[in-house]
């Protein structure tokens, strides 16, 4: 596509239910991040793909937040048993391998838990 | 990667120049220079970025100092909707290193 897509653009789930959170990815972009922000506050690092895999995901912040990416393409985000601090704006970004190259960023899923 | 010092915010005048520092004084000689901005409610969008020479596309202009220790991204004409949080990165390129570290940013607001 012609930007980083990700849906829902809002959810709003109850505590302790589970959650998706879906990106696509530029097409022949190899790379894909999620970062999340909380309100007022910086971008957190959550986690990298290099295609399906994943190098580093020393950002998730507990075991109930996982990530996977199928076919070097669309990835998904799940976070078990959603907790209020979980709340945040969660944006997912892509780019042509790790080269000095700028990311393209998605317009984010704002999550809110109540 | 290095840290890098931005005003808190700026503001500006509706088709002046916008010029926004950035201090990267303990920058390696092969870290670039990025910049981002972060329109309210949206994603970050990148800007442009730079090693040692400066750059310039449709959207703006990087000046880099010769010893690379400060660099200012330059809005020829800033208008309403350049009115965003703009972020200066700086990050080895390529290889492992693939995170982009975000800070606080400069708020600059362009006034009418």
């Known amino acids: 596509g012609a930007g980083v897509s990700q849906s829902p653009s809002n959810k709003v789930t109850e505590k302790g239910k589970d959650v998706e959170l879906r990106c696509d990815p530029i097409?022949?972009?190899?790379?894909l991040y999620w970062y999340r922000q909380s309100l007022g506050q910086g971008l957190e690092f959550l986690i990298y793909?290099?295609?399906?895999?994943?190098?580093?995901k020393s950002g998730l912040p507990s075991d109930r937040f996982s990530a996977e990416r199928t076919g070097g393409s669309v990835s998904t985000l799940t976070i078990q048993r959603t907790q209020q601090e979980d709340s945040a704006v969660y944006l997912c970004?892509?780019?042509?391998?790790?080269?000095?190259?700028?990311?393209?960023f998605g317009s984010g899923t704002r999550l809110t838990v109540v | 990667d290095a840290k890098t010092t931005q005003p808190t915010s700026m503001d500006c005048a509706e088709g002046r120049a916008a010029n926004l520092p950035c201090n990267h004084s303990?920058?390696?000689?092969?870290?670039?220079v990025y910049w981002y901005r972060q329109i309210h409610s949206q994603g970050p969008q990148y800007i442009i970025h730079?090693?040692?020479n400066n750059e310039t596309n449709e959207m703006a202009s990087l000046i880099i100092t010769e010893d690379r220790k400060s660099s200012t991204l330059i809005l020829p004409h800033a208008t309403l909707r350049d009115t965003a949080v703009y972020y200066c990165?700086?990050?080895?390129?390529?290889?492992?290193?693939?995170?982009?570290?975000f800070g606080k940013g400069t708020l600059l607001t362009v006034n009418p």
């Open positions: 793909f290099q295609g399906n895999s994943a190098p580093d």
């Open positions: 097409s022949g972009h190899t790379a």
């Open positions: 303990t920058i390696s000689g092969n870290e670039y």
């Open positions: 970004a892509s780019s042509l391998g790790t080269a000095p190259l700028g990311y393209t």
């Open positions: 730079g090693l040692k």
């Open positions: 990165i700086v990050r080895v390129g390529g290889g492992s290193n693939y995170k982009l570290t």
